[in-house]
């Protein structure tokens, strides 16, 4: 305090450490905060200046998290009207649109090191393998005008037989959503779409990891079914006595969880966001909705609701949708495309 109330114009930053300690700090978690406020810059550019005092916080026994609201981006037509070059931020605007769900954006605290070297990984790579559509936008811009990419999905696992009739009769429609408990994976607007149908005949069952206590959401939406994480043959299990699965993310590679609900005869209702638009036959394999819509998200649930007497046949569709992607055609399309003498994939021209 002697140092802080001392009439100098300039205090040396050594002097105002002095009489701390190796473990002043110790068991004192800091959270620095890099706001996006540079879209127009790259978005993997570390904020050296966060990482410089993250650095001497640490060194006094401090421990010291960065969140890069500015990591995260997509491109899309808003992003071009822009001209936002490196696409625009995502994550940054759940955490304004829903401020209580921003502690559950875990993927905005990676760390400078981590950002930094996948881009590196991308830069130093001959050719690049994306499993979706919206995986291969992400990547920057220059990257891919230099380098072959493909998109090659992932595979889906065996269909089983759905024996509809050992399933107890009901009029209630049962969503699921399987994944972590986010809002990158649009928990919150799910949440916002239920209370719209509170209404509908419907119920929602939620599998997956919490990334807060369970009273946080609770207090968000109460009317839930909370299944913990479990094995694949559980999962499998518990999506077979439902109806459809909800997951409208804001920011996938490609969910997995699409193809094995699909599998189990459950048609989907996804976003572009989740990588796998290619999976959607509109109103026979589910829907695609909107990133950041609960209107839409609820639209498409009332539209399952008034198919429901088509049930056994949308079963059918799913798991015919989910046999055409296997995981043999998945390793085949990456052994070719990187032992093949010139790559056939995506190469931008340049501008």
Known sequence: ?????????????????????????????????NMPIREQAKPNNAPLGLCLLAAQLKNYGAKVNILDLNSFRIKDKIATERKLENGRVLLAEEAERYPEWEPTLESTRESEEKLFRKEEELRRADRITCPSQFVLDSIPLEIRQKTPCQ???????????????????SDTHKLLFVGS?????????????????????????????????????RKQFAEFEYFPPCSNQKVRKIMKVHDALVLPSIVEGRALVQQEALSCGL??????????????????????????????????????????????E???????????????SYAENIIDFNLSNSAQGF?????
């Not at 190469?347 to 501008?351: E, I, K, M, N």
């Open 314 to 328: 949308i079963q059918k569709l799913c798991q015919k949708k989910a046999e055409q992607y296997s995981w043999a």
């Open 151 to 169: 998109i090659s999905p992932f595979g889906s696992p065996p269909s089983e037989p759905v024996n509809v009739e050992s399933f107890p009769k």
């Open 267 to 312: 048609p989907i209702i996804v976003t572009p966001n989740a990588g796998g638009v290619d999976l959607e036959e509109e109103g026979k394999t589910g829907h695609i909705v909107p990133i950041r819509s609960p209107e839409k998200i609820a639209q498409a649930i009332r539209a399952m609701i008034e198919n429901k007497n088509r049930k056994e």
């Open 347 to 351: 190469v931008l021209p340049d501008p």
């Open 181 to 217: 408990m986010s809002q990158r994976k649009g928990l919150a607007d799910l949440f916002e779409a239920m209370k719209l149908l509170k209404r509908e005949p419907i119920s929602l069952s939620i599998l997956g990891q919490p990334s807060m206590p369970m009273e946080f959401y």
């Open 1 to 33: 305090n002697k140092i802080l109330s001392s009439s100098n114009n300039y205090v040396d930053p050594n002097e105002l450490v002095k009489c701390y300690g190796s473990n002043e700090l110790a068991n004192v978690k800091c959270l620095l905060i």
